[in-house]
């Protein structure tokens, strides 16, 4: 029998700040280990957190993102507990005033997930278990976060796989995190559970700490297809943590969970509440970019969705199309070319306004496809432009009907048998004439025109 999966996702963001949460420490993923580690931080006697207002202001760009209900009134609460990776013994966090709620995100297929809530906190401090033995790391204590925590709202490993993409892309579009899954920049926790009753949560189940986009749809569809098998034969769903074995491509037990545990928050007593000024509120908002939806909408205007999903996908891309396109009016062709020419050899090595340029000579017939590859090889990292490109290495495409008309005359007279081969039905006949159109200009031939022509006469003879 199927199952009804439902799904949710919380998501850890660190941000891209120059300092922490709550004091002037740096933010360095590359430093040696304990480099960074400030004071405050660690909660020595005396000192005091203050709010860094790049995350908050990061933070705001996210809900502004998401369509979220924005809080004004900045709080933070006291989250306890005692853990190696707390120094302070308990995280500043969000618990009863996120920053944000109710939002929305559009998916790839036009799907809308529910956020629940986003709210700010400080990270912990990184383990390394080796053994008997464990190494602490306090350089992330106190990087700034946000957690996202979507609706369960979720009810496939592809739908959250393409949840967890579509929202790395926002962020990195507002300039808030690298993104970078396989270094801890985002960490994603799935709750998952499953039931043949509509409207009836099953068990939930947690995985934690998924690193990449393919590991979240991995470890949701083995985790789907166990619990599946557990209920058909008979057992019972066990509410617990799990993480995913990347070697065993499957979902491994880590603790049992009894309850909900009780970490006593209260209001943090060292943070005064804040009340933002909508005047902040409003400067946030107006320096905030297009978004991948909009562009995605703009693009579609003109040229077709898979190459405008594509170039959105793409922020480098997408930024290099939109320069060339102060030049030209050839919209999918642009596209096109960016796509398939430019990207793989890099954006910074071409000026945007020589490929429109580029471009349009090849809209319009005045350079073959191959004189196109090699004009956009005499432009990487070049001052030249088109023109003088073209002129220095003679790089004209011959469209005259006159000129080519007189080339393929000169081939049937040299080869007559060509004309036999064709009424006789055999296709090399053509490909030789265009052989040696080619080869008479110097590959500077219209192909097309070459071939209408062509094609025309031996059909005369």
Same mark, same amino acid.
């Given at each position: 029998m199927?199952?009804l999966?439902t799904?949710?996702?919380?998501i850890h963001?660190?941000?891209k700040t120059?300092?922490?949460?709550?004091?002037?420490g740096r933010?360095?993923?590359d430093a040696?280990?304990n480099?960074?580690?400030?004071?405050?931080d660690?909660?020595?006697?005396g000192?005091?957190p203050s709010i860094?207002?790049?995350a908050?202001?990061?933070a705001?760009?996210?809900?502004?993102?998401l369509n979220m209900d924005?809080d004004p009134?900045?709080?933070f609460?006291?989250?306890?507990?005692?853990?190696?990776d707390?120094?302070?013994g308990f995280?500043?966090?969000q618990?009863?005033?996120?920053?944000?709620?109710k939002?929305?995100?559009v998916?790839?297929?036009?799907s809308?997930?529910?956020?629940?809530?986003?709210?700010?906190e400080?990270?912990t401090a990184?383990? $390394?278990h080796?053994g008997d !033995?464990t190494l602490?790391?306090f350089n +992330?204590a106190?990087? @700034?976060l946000?957690?996202? &925590? #979507?609706e369960?709202?979720?009810?496939?490993?592809?739908q959250a796989a393409?949840?967890?993409?579509?929202?790395?892309q926002?962020?990195?579009y507002?300039g808030v995190?690298d993104?970078?899954?396989?270094e801890?920049?985002?960490r994603?926790d799935v709750?998952?559970?499953?039931?043949k009753e509509?409207?009836?949560?099953g068990?939930k189940?947690?995985?934690?700490n998924l690193n990449?986009?393919?590991?979240v749809?991995?470890a949701i569809d083995?985790?789907i297809?166990?619990?599946?098998?557990? $209920?058909?034969?008979?057992g !019972?769903?066990?509410?617990?943590?799990? +993480?995913f074995?990347? @070697?065993s491509?499957?979902? &491994? #037990?880590?603790?049992?969970?009894?309850?909900?545990?009780?970490y006593?928050?209260?209001p943090e007593?060292?943070i005064?509440?804040?009340?933002?000024?909508?005047?902040?509120?409003?400067?946030v908002?107006d320096?905030?970019?297009?978004?991948?939806?909009?562009r995605?909408?703009?693009?579609k205007?003109?040229?077709s969705?898979?190459d405008a999903r594509?170039l959105?996908a793409?922020?480098?891309?997408g930024?290099?199309?939109d320069?060339?396109?102060?030049?030209?009016?050839?919209?999918?062709?642009?596209?096109n070319?960016?796509?398939?020419n430019?990207?793989?050899?890099g954006?910074?090595v071409?000026?945007?306004?020589?490929?429109?340029?580029l471009v349009?000579?090849?809209k319009?017939?005045?350079l073959s496809s191959k004189?196109?590859k090699?004009?956009?090889?005499?432009?990487?990292n070049s001052d030249?432009?088109?023109?003088e490109?073209i002129k220095?290495?003679?790089?004209?495409?011959?469209s005259?009907?006159?000129?080519i008309?007189?080339?393929?005359?000169?081939?049937l007279?040299?080869n007559?048998?060509?004309?036999?081969?064709y009424?006789?039905?055999?296709?090399n006949?053509?490909?030789?004439v265009?052989g040696?159109?080619?080869k008479?200009t110097?590959?500077q031939?219209n192909p097309?025109?070459?071939?209408?022509?062509?094609?025309k006469i031996?059909k005369?003879k």
């Amino acid at each position: 029998m199927a199952y009804l999966v439902t799904i949710g996702i919380e998501i850890h963001v660190e941000l891209k700040t120059k300092s922490k949460m709550f004091s002037p420490g740096r933010v360095d993923f590359d430093a040696d280990p304990n480099l960074n580690v400030n004071e405050i931080d660690l909660a020595l006697p005396g000192t005091l957190p203050s709010i860094n207002k790049e995350a908050v202001k990061m933070a705001l760009k996210v809900c502004f993102g998401l369509n979220m209900d924005v809080d004004p009134l900045l709080k933070f609460d006291r989250k306890n507990y005692f853990y190696s990776d707390l120094p302070k013994g308990f995280q500043i966090t969000q618990q009863f005033h996120p920053i944000g709620s109710k939002g929305k995100l559009v998916l790839s297929d036009n799907s809308v997930v529910g956020i629940t809530r986003l709210h700010m906190e400080e990270d912990t401090a990184k383990q $390394l278990h080796l053994g008997d !033995e464990t190494l602490i790391d306090f350089n +992330r204590a106190g990087v @700034p976060l946000i957690e996202i &925590v #979507s609706e369960p709202e979720i009810h496939s490993g592809k739908q959250a796989a393409d949840y967890v993409s579509t929202l790395r892309q926002l962020l990195l579009y507002l300039g808030v995190t690298d993104g970078k899954m396989e270094e801890g920049s985002m960490r994603c926790d799935v709750n998952i559970s499953i039931s043949k009753e509509e409207g009836v949560f099953g068990t939930k189940v947690e995985i934690k700490n998924l690193n990449s986009i393919a590991n979240v749809q991995k470890a949701i569809d083995y985790e789907i297809k166990r619990q599946e098998e557990v $209920l058909e034969a008979g057992g !019972e769903i066990v509410q617990e943590t799990r +993480r995913f074995d990347e @070697p065993s491509q499957t979902t &491994v #037990s880590m603790r049992k969970k009894e309850g909900a545990v009780d970490y006593r928050y209260f209001p943090e007593p060292n943070i005064v509440p804040i009340r933002l000024a909508q005047d902040f509120l409003d400067s946030v908002k107006d320096s905030m970019i297009e978004l991948p939806q909009e562009r995605l909408d703009r693009y579609k205007k003109n040229i077709s969705e898979d190459d405008a999903r594509i170039l959105v996908a793409n922020m480098e891309a997408g930024d290099f199309f939109d320069k060339v396109m102060e030049d030209s009016k050839n919209y999918q062709e642009v596209a096109n070319f960016v796509i398939t020419n430019v990207t793989p050899l890099g954006f910074d090595v071409f000026k945007p306004k020589e490929i429109a340029s580029l471009v349009d000579h090849l809209k319009a017939g005045k350079l073959s496809s191959k004189q196109g590859k090699q004009v956009l090889k005499y432009l990487e990292n070049s001052d030249a432009t088109v023109e003088e490109i073209i002129k220095d290495h003679g790089l004209v495409q011959v469209s005259d009907d006159g000129k080519i008309l007189e080339i393929i005359e000169k081939i049937l007279a040299d080869n007559p048998q060509v004309i036999v081969d064709y009424k006789n039905g055999k296709d090399n006949s053509i490909k030789f004439v265009m052989g040696q159109v080619m080869k008479a200009t110097r590959g500077q031939a219209n192909p097309a025109k070459a071939m209408e022509l062509a094609t025309k006469i031996l059909k005369s003879k």
